[in-house]
């Protein structure tokens, strides 16, 4: 079983500031690694898929890269609406989500 | 386009089952890879398990082995998941996800209370 683990735990940024985000696999998962947003009360939404794919609709200030055991998402102006939790996902066989990183307003 | 529609909430009392759907529309549901995700009041997200109703057989975390039951019926387009012995601690979100292995597209989720 591949744990998936995200750090940091809380992130504190201000709006317009770039935000790094990370994610480590415990064994390589090559590129088949997703990033999702989740705001309270929601469904998680696709951001990142094949660890630098944006999807369908999805601003081009999120980014992805990595491969194999790590990976970052990078916002790269964060905007009001950018506050949120982010979970990254390996779908490489059996899925495994990461715990999370809160993007807080500093 | 996949929508996806889930069943309402659900009130249990501990030891008991519940059966959650979900609704496909919009696709070809038989290829799609469809995931059950469990989220815990205040908890993260968790990859409960996942089918593809051509392939038929559905695979399971391990954590969730032995608990749960996800199934396909292709004559309606919807997937289920039961959940049997259900205790205190099983309180959660429950969605619904499709896609090619990561998940584009996903249910509005089914919050399960067990309580006495």
């Known amino acids: 079983e591949i744990v998936m683990t995200q750090s940091p735990a809380t992130l504190s940024v201000s709006p317009g500031e770039r935000a790094t985000l990370s994610c480590r696999a415990s064994?390589?998962?090559?590129?088949?690694l997703a990033w999702y947003q989740q705001k309270p009360g929601q469904a998680p939404r696709l951001l990142i898929y094949?660890?630098?794919t944006r999807a369908t609709g999805i601003p081009a200030r999120f980014s992805g890269s990595g491969s194999e055991t790590e990976f970052t998402l990078t916002i790269s102006s964060l905007q009001s609406e950018d506050f949120a939790v982010y979970y990254c996902?390996?779908?490489?066989?059996?899925?495994?989500f990461g715990q999370g990183t809160r993007l807080e307003i500093k | 386009q996949v929508q996806l529609v889930q069943s309402g909430a659900e009130v249990k009392k501990p030891g008991s089952s519940v059966k959650v759907s979900c609704e496909a529309s919009?696709?070809?549901?038989?290829?799609?890879?469809f995931s059950w995700v469990r989220q815990a009041p205040g908890q993260g997200l968790e990859w409960v398990g996942g089918?593809?109703?051509?392939?038929?057989?559905?695979i399971y975390a391990q954590k969730f082995q032995g608990g749960v039951s996800i199934t396909a019926d292709e004559s309606t387009n919807t997937v289920y998941l039961y959940l049997s012995s259900l205790r205190s601690n099983d309180t959660a979100m429950f969605y619904c996800?499709?896609?090619?292995?990561?998940?584009?597209?996903w249910g509005q989720g089914t919050l399960v209370t067990v309580s006495s």
């Open positions: 996800a499709v896609g090619d292995g990561y998940n584009d597209f």
């Open positions: 919009g696709g070809t549901f038989s290829s799609y890879a």
């Open positions: 089918i593809i109703p051509m392939v038929g057989s559905a």
């Open positions: 064994q390589s998962v090559s590129s088949n």
């Open positions: 094949g660890a630098s």
């Open positions: 996902q390996h779908y490489n066989n059996w899925p495994a």
